[in-house]
């Protein structure tokens, strides 16, 4: 018996945010999906020794996977986002491999997911290599094809200015008119 060639398709579709909090006790960053209409910037609360708030959320949506050809099912509810990587920092890992892979015509997609989870449990590669098939199925690859890689591979994300696939701001009245620090 041969092994499947999956053939991707969206299933599982949930629209919510992304939300960011901080706690201003200990420095914690944390991110998690909210299927609430708009969750309040702001909002703050105790938990245990830490004091959130709310800093900042995004429209998004989450997903899973599912093969047409075989029914079976790769679940994304880890994936927090993919940004867009800048090219902000010249020493980092994701602009280096990004340079090597513009000859190839190959676009890099940095896959984050929920903090602090992910920073102990980062998304598996073969599960990376799943979305870069997903995406790649869908695109003209004698153009141009895209590369899922983790998010393990910025340095300092505290200086990173890569732009998160997804609708910052949208709500906003105000246009984003500068790029800020993603941390």
């Not at 945010?17 to 999906?33: D, I, Q, S």
């Amino acid at each position: 018996m041969s092994e499947c060639q999956h053939q991707w398709e969206m299933t599982n579709i949930q629209f919510g945010f992304v939300v960011f909090e901080k706690c201003f006790h200990c420095n914690g960053l944390r991110t998690y999906f909210s299927l609430e209409d708009t969750p309040i910037l702001g909002d703050r609360y105790r938990e245990g020794d830490h004091y959130w708030s709310r800093m900042e959320n995004a429209q998004s949506f989450r997903f899973d996977l599912r093969c047409t050809e075989c029914d079976h099912v790769e679940k994304f509810r880890d994936l927090m986002g993919l940004l867009h990587c800048s090219g902000c920092l010249a020493d980092c890992e994701v602009e280096r491999l990004q340079r090597k892979y513009e000859a190839e015509r190959t676009f890099l997609l940095v896959a984050f997911g929920f903090l602090p989870k992910a920073l102990t449990e980062p998304i598996p590669a073969y599960r990376l290599d799943i979305l870069t098939d997903y995406f790649n199925q869908r695109r003209d690859t004698s153009r141009s094809k895209i590369k899922i890689v983790p998010f393990h591979l910025i340095e300092d994300l505290s200086r990173c200015k890569g732009d998160f696939i997804h609708d910052v701001g949208m709500l906003s009245q105000e246009a984003v008119t500068e790029r800020k620090p993603l941390f």
